[in-house]
Every structure is written in structure tokens, then in C-alpha cells.
């Protein structure tokens, strides 16, 4: 199981081949190299977690240190990978989510100029994100947390000629910092309290050295550093900026895997979170609330990527309802089968606009499921999936987290769950009744690609097959369940299981979501196939809430006006008042005073040497004074 | 008589010394086109010290009835010497002969320069230390002018040699009140005699043991003994400002370390207010006047009279993990450092050089390799991870935290973040500034790069896999300190 | 002694030795001082213009005495100083020479064989060439 290590090596080795030897490659080694090192990534972590299943469940947990990065006397810390169950699913996911990803990207980013770029980045995000998810203690997962934030912003901006996405880039960064700043200070502290920063040892002597007030602390500042990676209120709003990155740029960090990372935190240390019952409720209320609040901003959405990153963080949401309810293994499950169905939509999304020469407005789509039957399809899959129509993934996954979140005894956060169900159901049957039923409404001019076809054409193969194999995934993949929470029972063997309800119940429960999903998709049908309902109808009925909804509740405005602005000017009046007054002021007066000492050059030269000699006497004044009178 | 013993366990001395007077004599046979050679030949020497230094490792050799010592601290230092050494020759060897000053002299005093840095870190007798630094110093003010036809470098030159004679003076002033007071200039033996004639309060002592540390200052440019140190880095030539920065500065701090350890360790207490003081007054000072510098020497000058501020704190907690974190930070320093200086020293038009702040714009489009290694030493020395200059900042505050000197700590911690600020402007102005006007050139020599791709090697380095150097440093403490 | 107890207190055990410095100190003033005083007392008075003229190695001065000198003129002086330096170390070395056995011989050599080197170095660079 040593080979773990080369899960994060040939990412590691990727970028530097593709950077360095990029240019002798040409495109197509680049690809090659880049495709081929997330893939055997992907191959060794089936392998180790083949290796995993063959040890009994109770010791399926191993570290493999590689080498000691910072120790004196008795503080120590190592760069060493954990590796169990939750880990070895994670990789899988990243790897192989990341590999399907790399192979589309061959086709979506072909005629970039910035081809080799783009795949160092992205390889080494897949090392990031690895490292990450691998690591055995706090200061690991912190490297790699800043790393994959970093790989995220240079990836946003990877188009930096365009303004948007520059400013998108700096957006993500500044407000993913200050989740980042919570999240340092709670490593801080667990380092202060504990004297260590190892996994088994903060989590082994947890229950014995932690107050609650202590827990709850800790805590909240490690969630605050989730709220920001994973966009959750109040700092989600740097998501659907980011989504002027490369479409498959945001499959892969900004749906399937970065912003899972928050999950993934607050699952790795769940012990310190069950210690603080405050934090858990604050995990699930947060949870709850985003679920809901970006689903309804993702029903007035017009922009297809911009649809799909609400949703994105409405179902991130759905994952800290799951785990604040304490139901770590529903969570990770959702979170996989999120992977597969939203990375689905994104290259979906990137497909469709691929044919359509970037068109993203979905009002000016609509019909391509006639040009584009691939595609089509398999975006229907994903549609279903998200939905929460059985026998799709998304359905058990999702039903998973309600009925756990009924069973804890939430039952306001579980009723708030099974409206967004339905919401949810509605704004992606609005995009996909509008994107691939009825009539097409793109011009003439936006359909024109470059090889001068006048209808869209499906995606070549190198992007078909990709979406094929994720769709397979979106619809089978919740049959992955029990098998899961199977293999991840013993990560948090500690935890209470959740009471498992009476199967009556169960089956209610399991009726009124679908129901709740029938319903958003029935209305969704009414207004946008049988359009026996106007949405502008409805829309200009409702007025106020329509207009608060469509403009994302004005946060990015409130925030504008009540942060950045006053900073903004505060900066500009110091850079004013400091850099031109103060420091050119200094500047220009040396200047003058050089040019005056220009004549006598050598009396200004003793000059000087003498006061530096009387500064230096007054300093040997200062020292023998202190060290003799004391 | 010397001991064949002896002999040996002062070879890397001696093979130095040997090595500047053959590059001296040398030079009278070689003629002025094919000066380069001097710079190979004295390379070569540098390995050979080297050589022997590794060889000597764990030796622990008390040499000459005292007065040196040949052990595992010594030769710690006397590496981080040769190699800031050898990198500054590779960023030399272009550069002086672009600039018309490529006289053999140049390596000859700068291998005695670095000979003297040697004798300070094993010196065991306070003469030794004083001989140590003047053969350092008295080298430094010639190659601070080494371009004796500019006025600057004149000006350089003969500022650093007046305000050096002074603190030389008051060095040896401190060194004839110890003797006066502890009747030996050994400084096992001045232990002994503070022990033996209680001589813990005495006023004589305290006296010479603070006209030493001005002294020492001085060397290490610890404000307010500083005021030398951005006029002579302006007007010396960049390599050597970049070897000055480093050698003179780990020669300093090794002599201290000596004294200190050796024979003051029982007046502990009675130096660290002072210190403190000292280190506060240092780092603020570096890195406020810092932030107003639109110089790239003068802006490193200043940068590392903050470094200095920040490695008296290891000396401050004299614990084995801030002696040891010194050490570190001395070689992560002499990487990073002279890293910055051989970036510079790259960016130049033949004779013109390019020192203003601005001439940095546009370098990551222009040189994008030059500014990636540029980015990098500025990411070590503002002390962001995973780079060298993290992980020896980490390791010396958090032995000032450990030794109870958190307040200290907390305030070094924000001077490193306001540090950051005028670091991270260089990389600002390297990849999102346009040139305003003509673009800075680049000079392209295999050595410098060879100097400049070592540096990158060994911050990274010592950032990502410092153990095997910590462990090395701990080692050079144990006989002082304990494990 | 009763006046020995009140010196020691008077005057540490350290300070001893510097009050032996003091006193030297104190008879080297007045020596001078007094030869000066007592030529002045006894010596005639009879003042002349070649008597109150600079001496300058016996030869009279031509034009102004606050005049640069040539910067050669310092070279020329530390060169010069080789010799001094060397003629200096010779002398005690050569009076002990008896005693100091085979390891002072080759110690010697070394010593001249540097000083020898730092001379042909100048000699080289042209330090000896009046230009």
C-alpha cells in the first residue's frame, strides 16, 4: 500500500514533464503526458483500494510517512499520507472524475493557444487536491488546501486577457482568504491545545483534552475555512464568478471536487465536531439554508453555467445538512454521486457550447436534442439524477441525507430539504426543457462554428465518450450506496449510528420527495414545453420576489457597497496621502539634496560618515548603559 | 610546535589561505584576457576547503592550546561560508569583467575574507576573533571600491572603512576589558574565571562584554549600529554586496555565538533585555525604512538589517532549538539572499545595470525564468511556505515562543507581514506592471546561471526536505547545549 | 603593616597592577617635561635666520612645505615597510636562534618566503616604477 504515493507522484510529474518538455511535445504528447498521469493516478488508487478491501475493516487505516518535514526536539511534523477508506474513496473520485475530465478537456481546449498551460495547471490541481485528501495532519491538509486555491485562481483567470475572468480570479481568491484565515487559526489553536498536528493523535486524545467551549471554538473557525472553499452563506459569492474559467476547469474544481473539499474537512475531523454540538447544528442550519437559498437564485438564471453553479451550492449545501446531521457517510455519498452527476451537466454545458460557438444564454437556445443526440442524452441523465428520480444516483443519495436529517429528529431542516428537492426539480427541468425541447431559437449567426456548418453537430469523440461514461455513472451510481456506507462504516465506527426509522416511515419519506421532485418537474413542463403557463407571466406577477431572486438577492451589490467599496477608498486615500505624499516625497527630497551636494561632494561625505559615527556613539551609549546599570 | 594533528584539523584554513595567495601570484602570470580563469582556480580551492571541512566533521578538535576550535559548529558555519562564497564568485566572474575591473585581486581578497569568517566561527580566544575580522574587514573595504574610478563605490569604500575602524576599536576596547577583568583572553578560560572569581556583577566585565557586542553589531548591522550598510551596498559591486550581506553577516553571528556560548553562557541573563531591544530596534527599523526604498540594493540593504533583527531572536531564546534554528536560518538566508543579488547582477545591459524597482516591470513576460527564480526568492525571504525562508522563520519564532519570548515573537511576526508588503511589490511589479520605457536587459553567462539555479535548488531545498540540514545544526550544538 | 591594609582596601587586588601603569605613567611625563624646563632655564638666548630656518634632512627648502605628495610616495612607504616588518621579526629571532630549534628555521622561511612574495607581487604590478 506504499503505492499511494504515486496518487499525488504522477500528477507531480506531470506538470513538471508538461511544463518543462512541453514545447518538444508538441500538443499531442502534451495531452498524452498530462491524460496519461491523472489516468495511472486513477489506476494506482483502484489498486490501493483493492489492497484496502483485502485487510480486515477494523485496521484499514495506513500512513505511509515520506518524509520529515519540520522537527525540532520534541515537535514534529511529517509529510505523510493516511490512507482509509475515506481517503482511498476521495482519491477515487478525484482521480477519476479528474482523468474523464483531462481526456475531454483534449477536445474542448484544442484550438487554445494556451493548450500546455492549461494542462499543467490542471495536473497540477489533481496533485493538489490529492495531497489534500491524503494528508495525515493539519499542516499537510493546509498546504494542500492553499495549494488547490491557489491551482483554482490561476485557472479562473486562465483567460487573464479578458477582464471578467481576471477579476473573477482575484474574487475567488480574496474571499476564499478569509474562510483560509478562520481555517488557520483553528489549526492554530489544535496545535496550541494539542501540541501536535497528527490526525491519530488530535483525534485520539480528543474526548480528554477538549472542552466543549474549546471544541465549539476550534470548530467553528476550521467551518468557517469550509464556508469559504466549499460556498457556503455568506461566502459563496465567488462561485458562479468562476465559472469564466474554462468549462471543464469548472466540472472538475468549482462542482466535483474543490469545492467538496469543505465536506470533506469537516468529515476528516468529525471528532472534534461531535464534541461541540453547537458547531453540528451551526453545520446543518448553514447547510440547510444555502440548499434552499441558491437553489431559488437558480431558477430566475439565464447563463447556462451560471444555473448549474447555484446548483452546485445548493447541493453542497445538501452535504453539510448530511454531515451537521452527523450522517458522514450519506454526505461522502452524496458528494460522489454529486461528482459524477454535476461534472456530467458542466461538460454537458461546455458541449453545448462548444457547438454553438459559446453562446451561454438558454433563452437563445433550445431543440439540440435533435442535433446533438449524444449530449442530449446524456445530459438527461444528469437531469434525472439531480432530481432525485429513482432509480438515478442522485435519488438515493439525496434521500439518504433527508431521511437522516428526519431521523436526528431536524424535522424544520428536513422539510426545508424536501422543498428544495422540488425547487431543484423545477430550475433544472427549466434548463433542460429550454436548452433541448422545443423549438430552436439561436440565430443563424451564433450557430455558425468554425468549420462553417450551419447547424450545431455534436462534440467529437474525445468529449462524447467522457460524457458517456459519466452518465452511466449519474444513473447507476447510487446503487454505489450500501457498498459505501459499507466501506466507510469504520471511519466513524465512534460516531452513534443513525436510529433507523420504521420502514413505513421510511417509505413516506421516500414518497413525499418524489413527489416533491414530480411536482418541480410538472410545473417546469407546464411552463416550458406546454407553455400553458407564461413564465413572464408568472414572472412580472410576482414582481419584487422575481426581481430579488433574478438579481441573486443584490448580495454581490450589498457586499460591493458595505466591504469593498469602503476598502477601496480607504486604499486609494492612502495610496494617495502615502505613496505620493510620503514615500515620492522622500524620494525627490534625497534627489534634491544629492543634486545640492553635488558641489562640495566631499565635505557632504564626511558629513554623513560623521553622523552615522554619532548615531553609532549613541548606540554604544545605549548598550553600555543597559548592559552595566541594568 | 604544531601537532601533525593539528595541521590537519586546520587544513580547510590553511588550504584557503594557500589558495588566496596562489590566485595572488597567479595573476601576475595570466594576462588580462584570460582573468577568468582566476575565478575557476579559486572555485576550485573553495572545493577543496570544502572537502575538507566534511571530512573533519564530528571531530571536535580543541586546537593550539585553546585559541581555535575545529568542531562540528565550526565547520557548520565555515560550509554556509564557502558556499555563500562560491555562489558570489559565479555571479562575480561576468560582472567584473563587464564592468573593466577583473583583477585577480578581486578573488584574492575575497577568499581572505572568507578566511577571516572561518577563523571567527572557531575562534577560542577573543584575539582570534578580532584577527578573524579584521582579515574579513580589512578585505571588504577593498572590494566594497572595487570600481575605484566611481565616485559611489569611493564613497562606499571609504565610509565603510572609517566607520569600521571605529567599531574595530570599540571591539578591541571590549576585548582589554575582559582581559583586564578575567585576567585571559581564552574564552574557556574567562568562563572559568567568572565562575572562579565570582565575577558575575563585575562592572568591567559587563563593560567589555558590551563594547564586544558593539562591535559585533556593527559587523551584522544590527540598527543602531546600521547606518553603513545601504550606502555601502549601493556603491559596492552587486556580488559583493551580495557575499558582504551573507558572509559578513554569518561570520558575525558566529563569532557571537562563540563568545557567547563559550564564555559568557553564565551572564545569560543579564544580555537579553539588551538583546531584545536590540532585535526590535532591528527589524523595525530594516523593515519600515524598507517599504520606502525604490533601489533593489538599497531595498535589499535594508531587508537584511530585518533579517539580522530576526536571527537575534534565536540567540535570545538560546535554547537548542533557537542556536540550531540560527544556523538554519544563516544558510537559508545565504541561499535566498544571494539568490536576490545574483538576479540582479543577470539583469543588466553589459556595464548598465538596472537598480530601480521599476526596471522590474514587465520581467515575467520578458525573462519568465529569471523572474520565476526572482518570485521565489522574494516568496523565501517574505517567509512563505513551502520555501527555506518559511520554515527557518517558523523555527526561530517558534523558539522564541518556546524560551518565553512570545511578545517578541507576536512582534516579529508582524514585521514579517509588513515585510511582506515591499517583497511581494517586487513580484507585483514583475508580472503586472508594463514597462514604462525601455525594457530591462538580460546578461546571459553560464556561471551566473549555474549561481542563480544553485540558489533556487537550495531554497527549495530547504523548504520542502530541511531535515537533513536541522539535524546537522543540532548536531553542531550538542557539545554546548545537551541534545 | 597597618598601611598595606588601607592600601588594599583603597585599591582592589586587580587595580593593583594599574596603579604600577599610573606611576610609570606620571615619571614619563615628568621627564620629558623636565628636560624641557631645565634647557630652558640654563640654555642662551641668541636667535638667527638659519638657526629659526625648517630643517629638512639638511637641505633647504624650495616654495611652500603644505604641498600634496604624490599618491606613489605611499606606495613607496609600504613597501619600504616589508623590510621594516621583516628586519624587525629577524632581530629577536636571530638573538634566540640557539634555543629555538629546527620548527623556528622553517617558520622563518615561511615568514620571508611571504614576505618575499608580497614584494615581487609589487614589483610586478609596478609599485617600483616612478612614472
Redesign the interface.
Known amino acids: 500500500m506504499d503505492f499511494v504515493r504515486l496518487v499525488p507522484g504522477f500528477p507531480l510529474l506531470g506538470v513538471v514533464l508538461v511544463a518543462l518538455t512541453g514545447r518538444f511535445l508538441g500538443r499531442r504528447g502534451t495531452a498524452l503526458v498530462a491524460c496519461g498521469a491523472v489516468g495511472l493516478a486513477f489506476a494506482v488508487a483502484l489498486g490501493v483500494t483493492g489492497a484496502l478491501l483485502q485487510t480486515p475493516p477494523e485496521s484499514r487505516e495506513v500512513e505511509v510517512s515520506l518524509f520529515t518535514w519540520a522537527a525540532v526536539s520534541d515537535f514534529q511534523v511529517d509529510v505523510s499520507l493516511l490512507l482509509d477508506p475515506l481517503s482511498a474513496v476521495m482519491i477515487l473520485v478525484v482521480s477519476g472524475v479528474g482523468f474523464l475530465i483531462h481526456v475531454y478537456s483534449v477536445g474542448y481546449m484544442a484550438q487554445d493557444p494556451g493548450f500546455r498551460r492549461y494542462f499543467a495547471y490542471l495536473n497540477l490541481f489533481v496533485f493538489s487536491m490529492v495531497i489534500l485528501v491524503l494528508a495525515g495532519n493539519f499542516l499537510l491538509l493546509y498546504v494542500g488546501w492553499e495549494l488547490v486555491g491557489l491551482c483554482s485562481y490561476l485557472l479562473i483567470s486562465f483567460w487573464y486577457e479578458r477582464k471578467e475572468a481576471a477579476k473573477a480570479g482575484m474574487k475567488a481568491f480574496v474571499t476564499t482568504r478569509i474562510g483560509d484565515f478562520g481555517f488557520a487559526l483553528g489549526i492554530f489553536l489544535i496545535f496550541a491545545t494539542f501540541h501536535t498536528l497528527d490526525y491519530a493523535e488530535v483525534f485520539g486524545s480528543a474526548s480528554q483534552v477538549l472542552t466543549t467551549g474549546l471544541a465549539t471554538a476550534i470548530t467553528l473557525l476550521l467551518f468557517l475555512g469550509a464556508v469559504g472553499k466549499s460556498a457556503q452563506i455568506p461566502l459563496y459569492v465567488w462561485l458562479p464568478d468562476a465559472m469564466e474559467g474554462p468549462t471543464p476547469v469548472s466540472a472538475l474544481i468549482h462542482a466535483a471536487t474543490m469545492v467538496t473539499a469543505g465536506v470533506y474537512m469537516v468529515t476528516r475531523t468529525h471528532v472534534l465536531f461531535e464534541l461541540a454540538p453547537i458547531s453540528m447544528l451551526v453545520v446543518a442550519v448553514i447547510g440547510a439554508a444555502t440548499a434552499f437559498y441558491a437553489a431559488t437564485i437558480a431558477t430566475a438564471q439565464d447563463d447556462i453555467k451560471r444555473v448549474l453553479a447555484y446548483s452546485t451550492i445548493s447541493q453542497l449545501g445538501y452535504m453539510f445538512l448530511a454531515v451537521g446531521v452527523g450522517a458522514y457517510a450519506a454526505g461522502i455519498f452524496h458528494l460522489t454521486t454529486h461528482a459524477f452527476f454535476k461534472a456530467l451537466m458542466f461538460l454537458g454545458a461546455g458541449s453545448v457550447m462548444h457547438a454553438l460557438a459559446g453562446e451561454q444564454d438558454i433563452q437563445k437556445m433550445g431543440g439540440l436534442r435533435w442535433t446533438m443526440p449524444l449530449t442530449s442524452i446524456t445530459f438527461l441523465a444528469g437531469w434525472l439524477a439531480i432530481s432525485g428520480i429513482p432509480p438515478f444516483s442522485g435519488f438515493f443519495s439525496k434521500d439518504e441525507i433527508l431521511a437522516s436529517a428526519f431521523a436526528s429528529g431536524q424535522i424544520l431542516l428536513w422539510l426545508v430539504g424536501v422543498i428544495t428537492a422540488g425547487i431543484t426539480a423545477f430550475y433544472m427541468s427549466r434548463q433542460v426543457f429550454l436548452v433541448f425541447f422545443g423549438e430552436p431559437r439561436y440565430s443563424q449567426h451564433t450557430a455558425i462554428h468554425a468549420e462553417h456548418r450551419s447547424v450545431p453537430h455534436e462534440s467529437p469523440w474525445i468529449m462524447t465518450i467522457p460524457l458517456a461514461i459519466l452518465a452511466v455513472l449519474a444513473a447507476l451510481g447510487g446503487f454505489l450506496g450500501p457498498v459505501l456506507e459499507d466501506f466507510l462504516g469504520p471511519v466513524f465506527a465512534a460516531s452513534e449510528a443513525r436510529q433507523s426509522l420504521p420502514p413505513l416511515n421510511e417509505a413516506a419519506l421516500i414518497i413525499l420527495s418524489v413527489a416533491a421532485a414530480g411536482l418541480g418537474i410538472f410545473i417546469a413542463w407546464l411552463g416550458y414545453i406546454r407553455r400553458g403557463v407564461d413564465p413572464k407571466l408568472v414572472a412580472a406577477r410576482l414582481g419584487l420576489v422575481y426581481r430579488l431572486v433574478r438579481n441573486k438577492y443584490y448580495v454581490d451589490e450589498v457586499y460591493h457597497a458595505l466591504l469593498i467599496r469602503p476598502v477601496w477608498q480607504a486604499a486609494s486615500v492612502l495610496a494617495t496621502a502615502v505613496d505620493q505624499a510620503g514615500i515620492d516625497g522622500v524620494v525627490n527630497a534625497l534627489g534634491s539634496i544629492m543634486q545640492s551636494a553635488g558641489r562640495g561632494l566631499r565635505r557632504v561625505q564626511t558629513g554623513f560618515v560623521r553622523s552615522y559615527a554619532l548615531i553609532f556613539l549613541v548606540g554604544v551609549l545605549l548598550v553600555l548603559a543597559i548592559s552595566t546599570l541594568r | 610546535m604544531p601537532t601533525t594533528q593539528e595541521l590537519i584539523a586546520i587544513s580547510p584554513e590553511i588550504i584557503l589561505a594557500l589558495w588566496a595567495l596562489s590566485v595572488m601570484f597567479l595573476d601576475l602570470l595570466i594576462a588580462q584576457s584570460r582573468k577568468s580563469i582566476l575565478a575557476y582556480w579559486s572555485l576550485l580551492g573553495l572545493l577543496l576547503a570544502g572537502g575538507a571541512e566534511f571530512s573533519l566533521w564530528g571531530r571536535e578538535e580543541i586546537l593550539f592550546q585553546g585559541a581555535f576550535v575545529q568542531d562540528n559548529l565550526s565547520l557548520f558555519l565555515d560550509l554556509v561560508l564557502l558556499l555563500a562564497t562560491g555562489l558570489s564568485l559565479l555571479m562575480a566572474k561576468g560582472y567584473i569583467k563587464d564592468l573593466e575591473m577583473e583583477h585577480g585581486e578581486y578573488y584574492t581578497l575575497t577568499l581572505f575574507a572568507t578566511l577571516g569568517g572561518m577563523l571567527m566561527a572557531g575562534a577560542g580566544d577573543l584575539l582570534i576573533v578580532f584577527l578573524g575580522l579584521e582579515v574579513l574587514s580589512l578585505s571588504l573595504y577593498v572590494l566594497s571600491g572595487f570600481r575605484r574610478t566611481e565616485p559611489m563605490a569611493q564613497e562606499a569604500s571609504l565610509k565603510y572603512f572609517l566607520l569600521g575602524a571605529f567599531a574595530s576599536g570599540f571591539l578591541l576596547y571590549g576585548i582589554a576589558l575582559v582581559f583586564g577583568s578575567t585576567g585571559t583572553t581564552l574564552l574557556g578560560g574567562i568562563a572559568v574565571a567568572i565562575t572562579e572569581g565570582g565575577l558575575l556583577g563585575d562592572p568591567l566585565l559587563l563593560l567589555g562584554l558590551g563594547l564586544l557586542g558593539v562591535g559585533l553589531s556593527f559587523k551584522v548591522a544590527l540598527v543602531p549600529f546600521h547606518m553603513w550598510t545601504p550606502d555601502v551596498y549601493e556603491g559596492a559591486p552587486t556580488p559583493v554586496a551580495g557575499y558582504m550581506s551573507v558572509v559578513a553577516k554569518a561570520a558575525g553571528f558566529a563569532a557571537a555565538l562563540r563568545i557567547f556560548l563559550s564564555a559568557f553562557l553564565q551572564l545569560a541573563g543579564d544580555w537579553t533585555l539588551l538583546l531584545s531591544l536590540l532585535a526590535l530596534l532591528t527589524m523595525s527599523g530594516g523593515n519600515i525604512i524598507a517599504l520606502a526604498q525604490s533601489n533593489m540594493k538599497r531595498l535589499l540593504a535594508y531587508s537584511s538589517i530585518a533579517h539580522a533583527g530576526y536571527i537575534l531572536l534565536g540567540v535570545i531564546a538560546l535554547n537548542s532549538w533557537g542556536l540550531s534554528s540560527v544556523l538554519f536560518y544563516l544558510a537559508a538566508y545565504g541561499f535566498m539572499n544571494l539568490g536576490a543579488f545574483a538576479v540582479i547582477v543577470a539583469l543588466r545591459d553589459g556595464e548598465r545595470e538596472y537598480l530601480a524597482l521599476n526596471d522590474y516591470a514587465g520581467l515575467g513576460s520578458r525573462h519568465p525564468l529569471l523572474a520565476l527564480s526572482m518570485a521565489i526568492f522574494m516568496l523565501s525571504l517574505a517567509g512563505v511556505p513551502p520555501t527555506a525562508g518559511f520554515l527557518a522563520k517558523f523555527y526561530i519564532f517558534g523558539a522564541a515562543v518556546q524560551a518565553g519570548y512570545g511578545w517578541l515573537a507576536i512582534l516579529a511576526v508582524l514585521n514579517s507581514v509588513l515585510a511582506a508588503f515591499y517583497y511581494l511589490r517586487v513580484i507585483v511589479i514583475m508580472y503586472m506592471r508594463e514597462p514604462a520605457g525601455q525594457v530591462a536587459k538580460m546578461t546571459h553567462s553560464p556561471a551566473l546561471a549555474l549561481a542563480i539555479f544553485l540558489a533556487v535548488i537550495g531554497t527549495v531545498q530547504l523548504g520542502l526536505f530541511p531535515a537533513a540540514v536541522v539535524e546537522l545544526a543540532q548536531a553542531s550544538l550538542f557539545p554546548f547545549l545537551g541534545s | 603593616m597597618p598601611g598595606c591594609k588601607t592600601y588594599a582596601i583603597l585599591f582592589p587586588a ?1 587595580l593593583q597592577d594599574y596603579l604600577l601603569l599610573a606611576v610609570l605613567l606620571v615619571v614619563a611625563t615628568i621627564f620629558p617635561i623636565g628636560g624641557l624646563i631645565t634647557a630652558f632655564i640654563i640654555r642662551p638666548h641668541r636667535p638667527g635666520k638659519i638657526k629659526g630656518d625648517t630643517y629638512e634632512c639638511g637641505l633647504e627648502t624650495i616654495g611652500e612645505t603644505w604641498v600634496q605628495f604624490r599618491v606613489q610616495y605611499y606606495i613607496y612607504a609600504l613597501v619600504f615597510l616589508i623590510f621594516d616588518i621583516e628586519t624587525i621579526f629577524l632581530l629577536p629571532w636571530a638573538v634566540a636562534y640557539n634555543q629555538l630549534g629546527l ?1 623556528s628555521l622553517i617558520e622563518m622561511f615561511i615568514f620571508l618566503a ?1 614576505l618575499l ?1 608580497g614584494l ?2 609589487a614589483w ?2 609596478g609599485a617600483l616604477e616612478w612614472i
Do not use: E, S, W
Request: net charge positive.
Open positions: 586587580m620548527f611571504l612574495g615581487v607581487y610586478r604590478k
